[in-house]
């Protein structure tokens, strides 16, 4: 008759696993690791950090074998007694916690030396995104093909591993961001030919996964994916907010269809870049952003900063535009510009009105001058010249659209580092 048993335990980690012999190794340390001899774990804690050593660390974002580096983690390391399919089961007490776990099979007495050195590859892994609507639950689960998940949106489980009586495996469960709770880890030994999975009277029941949306900022220039982006968006779904990753992907939360997102991205050394998006499909989606690094001459237009008709008094409207620059400017704390004032005006220009016009463009420069002083913008950083319509993106405007961008106020880079503008 196959059986299998369940028993309930509580960890305690204050018990050093070498039981009364001098270790500088704790339960973070794959040469620490705790033996695992009960099927069910029950409130078990994640160490913090990683222990004495980095056993796992320098691997890409992409690996589907490996995390990026560990971060909080726990070592099991377990024997099978029988012949058969092993699977397991890790459920967070917080189901927003997100636990992710590589497994390795030992092959000699330096497992651990080898792990480090990468002579022993991971045989199981599971790094993809949590979800907090199924408890945040992750292992080893039969109806699963995939024995590796990477990180971002993937499979909850991976394969349930075929093992041999005696063989010996190693166990690392790591907590990227820390834990608010403990978690369980349900475990099956199953014995003969018979498989028998995990009770389904232990999961939660299925529930539909929302798709995300994840944002990756890259330079013009190079194509390199670029981290420490400083993101306003507008449109993130309740309860949801951005979250950044090690390697500088961010995480927008969920997603339905026909949602629409507002995007400000500012990075020092970058031009800012504003982007509307509307989201069209019911699946998981990549959106690809690439912002232009900062040059002397580099330009910034903005279109959206508006003046009451044949005035230089600024419109409401603008706020949010305004306060785009503003944060350029504090993002980009090296540079000095130059604020240029132009209007939009077509046919015969005579010499009157056309000091006039500069006049009016000079003004509205100074208006937005005086704006980013008032917002504690340093004003040898500042400096303005209006343009007149001798600058319209537009000879010949066809519509409001293209009157608007001959009506803007554009901001020239005039220095970077101490490097003058010869423009």
């Known amino acids: 008759m196959h059986r299998f048993a369940l028993m309930i335990i509580k960890f305690c980690f204050a018990v050093s696993p070498l039981q009364g012999q001098a270790s500088i190794f704790n339960a973070s340390d794959c040469q620490g690791a705790i033996p695992w001899t009960k099927n069910v774990l029950d409130s078990v804690q994640i160490p913090n950090g990683f222990g004495a050593i980095k056993d796992i660390w320098g691997n890409n974002i992409n690996s589907e074998h490996y995390f990026t580096r560990e971060h909080h983690t726990l070592w099991l390391k377990f024997k099978m007694p029988n012949d058969g399919a092993f699977e397991f089961q890790i459920t967070p007490e917080v189901a927003e916690d997100d636990f992710d776990f590589l497994i390795f099979k030992s092959d000699s007495t330096k497992t651990c030396e080898r792990i480090v050195t990468k002579e022993i590859s991971p045989i199981r892994s599971n790094i993809s995104r949590k979800n907090p609507a199924t408890g945040g639950m992750t292992g080893l689960k039969q109806g699963y093909s995939n024995n590796y998940a990477k990180a971002g949106a993937g499979p909850l489980f991976s394969n349930p591993l075929q093992a041999k009586k005696n063989e010996e495996y190693y166990l690392v469960i790591d907590a990227p961001y820390g834990a608010k709770g403990g978690f369980s880890v ?238």
């Open 186 to 423: 349900l475990s099956s030994n199953i014995e003969g030919e018979k498989e028998a999975p995990i009770k389904d009277t232990v999961m939660v029941p299925p529930i539909v996964v929302k798709p995300r949306l994840q944002v990756r900022v890259f330079d013009l220039s190079s194509n390199e994916l670029l981290s420490g982006i400083d993101i306003r968006a507008k449109g993130i779904a309740k309860g949801d907010s951005l979250t950044t990753r090690d390697d500088g992907t961010i995480d927008a939360g969920t997603l339905q269809k026909y949602q629409r997102f507002e995007f400000d991205f500012f990075k020092a050394g970058y031009k800012h870049t504003s982007l509307n998006y509307l989201h069209r499909t019911e699946v998981d989606t990549t959106l690809d952003v690439w912002i232009e690094p900062l040059k002397v001459g580099s330009t910034l237009a903005f279109e959206d900063i508006v003046f009451v008709a044949n005035t230089a008094h600024l419109m409401p409207e603008s706020n949010k535009h305004l306060s785009e620059l503003t944060k350029f400017m504090q993002t980009n704390e090296g540079i000095e510009v130059e604020i240029g004032g132009h209007v939009n005006a077509v046919g015969r220009i005579f010499a009157l009105k056309k000091r006039k016009l500069y006049r009016l463009s000079e003004d509205r420069a100074k208006a937005v001058y005086y704006h980013l002083i008032e917002q504690g913008i340093n004003p040898l950083r500042l400096s303005f010249k209006g343009y007149g319509n001798s600058k319209m993106v537009y000879l010949n405007p066809i519509d409001e659209k293209q009157s608007k961008a001959n009506r803007r106020v554009e901001i020239k880079v005039t220095q970077i580092n101490g490097s003058n503008t010869t423009n």
